[in-house]
Structures are given as structure tokens and as C-alpha cells.
């Protein structure tokens, strides 16, 4: 594809619920990364993925967090029982190798937990 | 832990008049410092990226310097197309997945 693609662009949920989030990285990238961004705050690290791994989980907020990434293409990130603090833009980002130089980044997931 | 820290949060100004985006930072083991712009409902844009002090980076109106301590995004005559958010972000000692953004400095350019 010519970009990174997330999907949906939007998302509202009530609090509790589950949701999932999709990304699709870069064609032949092998570093996939999620990042989160709250208003007025800075871009979260949230997982970094090299191929289907995820060597360092350390960002993900809570265990209510969790990731996937298969084929070495498409990820998922899992919100489960969502709370109202989850509300943020949800970004993943595409790299060549697992270097953090020229990072491609997607339009982002806009999620509401009302 | 590495911080980032941006100045100033929001900067407005006219159309030609050229100014300069702070960006300091803590970071053990610096490996690269990265400036990225983001527009509205989009992700960052990817910039430049430095990785020693006394570097400079060109590309049209942009040009960003870096030091031990900071780095600097300066605009010369900037054009109302660079209203923009500009972000900067640093590759410490986390690791190469660990970059630390900045809050960002949101810039308008009137006409």
C-alpha cells in the first residue's frame, strides 16, 4: 500500500465494552510500532513489533492492553472492559527495520469510551 | 528517564517572519534526535533527523540545529502551508523502540 492504514478512523464505545483496533503497515516493513495520544499530551509508546514479536510490551498501560501482529503485516491492538481514561488517538507507525529513523505514520484510531 | 520538552506550546506569526521552535532534552546515551510535523488529523510527518551536536538539516523553509542539550527548528519566511504542529522526539538510552515525544509546538502563520 502507499501508506500506513489504520481502521476505523473512529470509534465509540461504551465503558466496559472490548474494542479492537487494526493497523496495516507499510508493505516490507518489518518494525511496526503503537503509539497513544492524549489532548495536550505527548505521543505514548505504547508496543513495538519486529516481525511477528513484540520484544518490549513495556508501554502497555495496563493488562486490560494487549497486541498481535501476524504475518509479519497486519497488527491488532486489544482494549478490553474500556475506560473513559482511554480515550486518545491510537497511532501506529511503520519503519523499514527495527530502527526508530524515518518513522511512517497512520492517520490514527480516534477512540471515545463514553 | 528520558524527557523531552518543547518551547513554546502555540507560536503565531506573520506571513515572512521567521522565528525558531526550542526543543530540550534529557536523555542518557542520546542516538539520534527527530523532528516530525504533524497536520491536523493526521499522523507525524517525518522530518529530519540529527545525531550529533553541531549537525544542521535543510529542506525548503526548515532548518534544525542541534547541541548537547537542544535542538532548534528554525523557520525563515515561513508561508501559511508550515501552520502545522512540530514535534520532536529523542532515541536514548530505551532503546531504538523506546523514542520519547515532546508535547509539540503548534504554529500558525497568518497571511
Known amino acids: 500500500g502507499a501508506g500506513v492504514s489504520q481502521s476505523p478512523s473512529n470509534k465509540v464505545t461504551e465503558k466496559g465494552k472490548d474494542v479492537e483496533l487494526r493497523c496495516d503497515p507499510i508493505s516490507g516493513h518489518t518494525a511496526l510500532y503503537w503509539y497513544r495520544q492524549s489532548l495536550g499530551q505527548g505521543l505514548e509508546f505504547l508496543i513495538y513489533?519486529?516481525?511477528?514479536?513484540?520484544?518490549?510490551k513495556s508501554g502497555l498501560p495496563s493488562d486490560r492492553f494487549s497486541a498481535e501482529r501476524t504475518g509479519g503485516s497486519v497488527s491488532t491492538l486489544t482494549i478490553q472492559r474500556t475506560q473513559q481514561e482511554d480515550s486518545a488517538v491510537y497511532l501506529c507507525?511503520?519503519?523499514?527495520?527495527?530502527?526508530?529513523?524515518?518513522?511512517?505514520f497512520g492517520s490514527g484510531t480516534q477512540l471515545s469510551v463514553l | 528517564e528520558d524527557q523531552v520538552t518543547q518551547s513554546p506550546e502555540a507560536l503565531r506569526l506573520q506571513e515572512g517572519e521567521s522565528s525558531s521552535l526550542n526543543c530540550s532534552y534529557t536523555v542518557s546515551g542520546l542516538r539520534g534526535l527527530f523532528w516530525y510535523r504533524q497536520d491536523p488529523g493526521k499522523g507525524p510527518e517525518f522530518l529530519f533527523t540529527?545525531?550529533?551536536a553541531g549537525e544542521e538539516k535543510e529542506k525548503e523553509r526548515l532548518k534544525a540545529t542541534l547541541t548537547k542539550k537542544e535542538s532548534f527548528l528554525h523557520i525563515t519566511a515561513p508561508k501559511p502551508e508550515d501552520s502545522a504542529t512540530y514535534l520532536c522526539a529523542t532515541d536514548g538510552s530505551g532503546g531504538y523502540q523506546k523514542v520519547t515525544f515532546g508535547t509539540g509546538t503548534k504554529l500558525q502563520v497568518i497571511p
Open positions: 507507525a511503520s519503519s523499514l527495520r527495527s530502527t526508530n529513523e524515518k518513522l511512517f
Open positions: 540529527l545525531y550529533s
Open positions: 513489533f519486529q516481525g511477528n514479536s513484540a520484544p518490549d
